[in-house]
């Protein structure tokens, strides 16, 4: 699987920022993909994931509400639409591939990642 990713730049607080990665190759070994994102000085976290089919969606609790994954089935296409931007959610953020387990509800991600995209927020 490869994935690219696009979309990061700079926006003030309050602003809306979407991502997009782009996936391709063999999906035979995923059925999810989520947005993860690093912060300086700080782990990589799980910000959402979504399935490939039935589109069931989990949050980290910081950014419920605000953003919103989302798939296009006809591009292959993961979005990650982020509103109400505040200067915590600067970090680079990388899609990834992998698998969603519906008996812990717990994502799972694969060593498919796409290249980091910047957010920046500031005044």
């Known amino acids: 699987v490869q994935l690219q990713a696009s979309g990061g730049g700079l926006v003030q607080p309050g602003g809306s920022l979407r991502l997009s990665c782009a996936a391709s190759g063999s999906f035979s070994s995923i059925n999810a993909m989520g947005w993860y994102r690093q912060a300086p000085g700080k782990q990589r976290e799980l910000v959402a994931s979504?399935?490939?089919?039935?589109?069931?969606?989990k949050y980290t609790d910081s950014v419920k509400g605000r953003f919103t994954i989302s798939r296009d089935d006809a591009k292959d296409t993961v979005n990650l639409q982020m509103n109400s931007l505040t200067p915590d959610d600067r970090a680079v953020y990388y899609c990834n591939a992998g698998r969603y387990y519906s008996t812990n509800r717990c994502y799972t991600p694969r060593n498919y990642w796409g290249q980091g995209t910047l957010l920046t927020v500031s005044s």
């Open positions: 979504i399935t490939r089919s039935g589109g069931s969606t």
